[in-house]
């Protein structure tokens, strides 16, 4: 602690020695960043803070930094930390206002959930859009017991940032996804080969139509030119 610092000194302690504009200032200040961070936090997107909302996110910082720096930093009088403080709570609480009467606020503020794989086919441009990895949808998806694309049915990217999926009811060959590629990566199989069964892509996971024993030059659905075999929820290389 600094020598001139006196302990106990209350009007330090609670006022510090600024002037009354200067909460003004704070309350500016508060303003400006909560809504820079937000900013910050929405480029980011729903799967760096899952399992929290964006506001919820934004709340636990902010506080945490208001609260931190007036626990023992003698030169940040507690009033700033309060007026900090409660001006985050304000804020927060005129969004949640905001986003209970506004589709548009909430949309702006939690985002959408965007469809990433239909009928065992995945949507490769939302995948782009999100700068989503296939490897991190393909964990995702193992997570909840998924062995191939052609399990599912449908799988969103919620706006919590988690994956929820839906698992077809009808026995479909899809494209592998256990065990992972890193373990033991598929069977490639490039333009022009002849093959037995049904074979996937291996970007998107469209299998090509029963009966088709030739791989084409490139994939219906992405324009990919590498295939592997299909892979039947019994794991078995079936035709059916």
């Not at 006022?15 to 937000?38: N, S």
Request: aromatic share 10%.
């Amino acid at each position: 602690m600094d020598d001139h610092v006196v302990p106990f000194d209350l009007v330090r302690m609670f006022l510090g020695d600024d002037p009354p504009l200067f909460y003004l200032e704070i309350v500016f200040r508060c303003c400006v960043i909560y809504a820079y961070t937000l900013l910050m936090i929405r480029w980011i997107g729903g799967r760096g803070i899952a399992q929290m909302s964006v506001v919820e996110f934004l709340l636990v910082i902010a506080l945490g930094s208001a609260v931190g720096d007036a626990l023992f930093y003698p030169e940040v009088p507690l009033f700033h930390a309060l007026l900090v403080i409660t001006m985050v709570i304000l804020i927060n609480k005129g969004l949640d206002v905001m986003i209970f009467k506004s589709t548009q606020v909430e949309r702006a503020m939690d985002g959408m959930a965007l469809e990433v794989v239909r009928d065992g086919v995945i949507n490769v441009r939302v995948l782009q859009r999100l700068k989503l990895g296939q490897n991190e949808l393909f964990e995702a998806l193992r997570e909840r017991g998924f062995r191939s694309l052609g399990e599912i049915e449908a799988a969103y990217l919620e706006t919590s940032g988690n994956f929820s999926a839906f698992k077809r009811k009808a026995e479909t060959p899809g494209l592998p996804i256990e065990p992972p590629w890193d373990v033991a990566p598929p069977e490639t199989l490039t333009p022009g080969s002849t093959f037995r069964g049904r074979v996937a892509c291996r970007r998107c996971g469209y299998v090509l139509p029963k009966g088709q024993t030739i791989t084409p030059d490139e994939c219906a659905k992405c324009d990919h030119r590498e295939w592997t075999p299909a892979r039947w929820p019994d794991a078995s290389d079936a035709d059916g």
